[in-house]
């Protein structure tokens, strides 16, 4: 909301909210902040599962290999 000021020569000056209470803004705000908490909390859980199933897969070649069997990587 705009705020009209009139001086004592009848000169009219209009007085603008800051940018940081314009609504505009505040979703703006929210929408980076939510985004920023998303990408940095949701990376944690993936990183171990994927260490398992690679230490997994060696193990299972190895013994895979000696036996004389030919399989894949993605057998299982």
């Known amino acids: 909301m705009?705020?009209?000021i009139t001086d004592?020569?009848?000169n009219v000056y209009?007085?603008?909210k800051p940018v940081?209470?314009?609504l505009w803004f505040i979703i703006l705000a929210a929408i980076v902040l939510i985004v920023i908490i998303?990408?940095?909390?949701g990376e944690k859980k993936k990183d171990g599962s994927d260490?398992?199933?690679l230490n997994f897969n060696k193990v299972y070649m190895r013994t895979h290999?000696?036996?004389g069997l030919l399989i894949s990587k993605f057998a299982f």
Not at 38 to 41: D, H, K, L
């Open 2 to 4: 705009v705020k009209k």
């Open 8 to 10: 004592q020569d009848g």
């Open 14 to 16: 209009i007085q603008k």
């Open 20 to 22: 940081y209470k314009r």
């Open 38 to 41: 998303q990408q940095t909390s």
């Open 51 to 53: 260490s398992k199933d």
């Open 65 to 67: 290999r000696r036996s």
